[in-house]
């Protein structure tokens, strides 16, 4: 798995420590990266899907 999200995006990277290990919501998250709840939501959903498929054989 950390493989896998170290393969991602430097800021999908962001965005998936700081909903998954820090325990921020999708508006803490945008309102720490200064982007928007929909952008942060958008690409925690591309994160989803990038680790899925990394996961299958």
Known sequence: M???VDALP???QQVFRL???ENLSI???A???GYSPAT???AFA????ALVRSADP
């Open 46 to 49: 591309e994160i989803l899907i």
């Open 10 to 12: 430097p800021f999908h």
């Open 27 to 29: 508006m803490q998250t």
């Open 31 to 33: 309102e720490r990266l």
């Open 40 to 42: 942060v939501e958008a």
């Open 19 to 21: 909903l998954r290990f």
């Open 2 to 4: 950390q493989a896998a």
